[in-house]
């Protein structure tokens, strides 16, 4: 009878365990997603389908490991496929064959500037921003500031958004190594915030009155999410939501 009872609970506890594992879609990416596309949906899309997300907040590349390591159903990514690949390459993180994985923009999102409010710089220029940011300026006065130093302040897990910056705005060239290093894009507005001499970026989302956004030149990406082979069933669930219901939430 004992062992009866023991063999029910056990095949209670795995069911239990099975359940739960099903109804939970775990989720890996950056921020920018995460601020964007995540936060705005968690609540009204649990409340939905049943589902609940559990998002580890990574960075594009280490999210795409996650994917590889199949401990994710998705990862996402704030800087397109073609990006996302050229990022593992770079990492040497043996993807395979690109065709094995299936990608969907979820959601579109522009990058911005942050300065400091005490910051009077109101515009900056392509070649003015490649300068500081490869460590070629160094001082605000160059720029039309007061004469200080410039703190560039950089989010060493915000991978995406550092290569879309690159290629865009620095055309390519290496970025200045002398960095205050932060970890995400939430980081970086963080501490320019506390620093009066900073400069960042990141996802447009973040633009509040703590932060003095400059006009600069357009920089657009897409969010993307990716899965290996065809997306779960719960995954799909996900995509369904966004695309249907997603524009309620997501700005």
Known sequence: M???????????????????????????????????????????????????????????????????????????????????MNIAKKENMNAGDPSAYKHVVIAKDKMIVFLNKSNGIAKLSKDQLKGIFTGKVVNWKDVGGKDTPIIVVWGKLSTGTNSLFTKNILDGEAATKDVLEVNTADDVKKQIIDTPEGIGFGPIIMSDDKIKVPETPEVGRPLILVTKGAPSANVQKLLDFIKTEGPKYIK
């Open 2 to 84: 004992k062992s009866f009872v023991k063999v029910f609970v056990l095949i209670c506890l795995l069911v239990w365990a099975s359940s739960a594992t099903a109804s939970e879609l775990k989720l890996a990416g950056g921020g920018t997603v995460e601020s964007t596309v995540i936060k705005p949906i968690k609540e009204p899309f649990e409340k939905a389908t049943g589902l609940k997300i559990n998002f580890l907040k990574v960075g594009s590349k280490h999210a795409f490991a996650e994917l590889l390591k199949g401990s994710v159903d998705a990862s996402t990514a704030d800087v397109d496929f073609e990006g996302l």
